[in-house]
């Protein structure tokens, strides 16, 4: 059974980081591009960042410059270090693999970025 646990939100002042982790369980992590996806309230999902097995990134546009994708392969964890938030950025995490499987969706991580 695949789980993804997303950590590491809050509630941080526009300008300031976080840094979000996922770790996943069963065997879906060693060869697999995994993806950092986001969802503000009343928008569509949208994939901010993945990763390949062998550390190739992608950002979307509006991070491009301030969010760093990582990964952990012995930890199975993936990582979104996220400098100079904005409060466009407030939204609710997912990590997922690219392209997603539904199955795999966790509970997600909230990242509100607000003075």
């Known amino acids: 059974q695949v789980q993804l646990v997303e950590s590491g939100g809050g509630l941080v002042q526009p300008g300031g980081s976080l840094r979000l982790s996922c770790t996943a369980s069963g065997n879906i992590f060693r060869f697999a591009t995994m993806g950092w996806y986001r969802q503000a309230p009343g928008k569509q999902r949208e994939k901010v960042a993945s990763?390949?097995?062998?550390?190739?990134?992608n950002y979307v546009d509006s991070v491009k410059g301030r969010f760093t994708i990582s990964r952990d392969n012995a930890k199975n964890t993936v990582y979104l270090q996220m400098n100079s938030l904005k409060p466009e950025d407030t939204a609710v995490y997912y990590c997922n693999r690219d392209p997603y499987f539904s199955a795999y969706w966790g509970q997600g991580t909230q990242v509100t970025v607000s003075s």
């Open positions: 990763i390949t097995s062998g550390g190739g990134t």
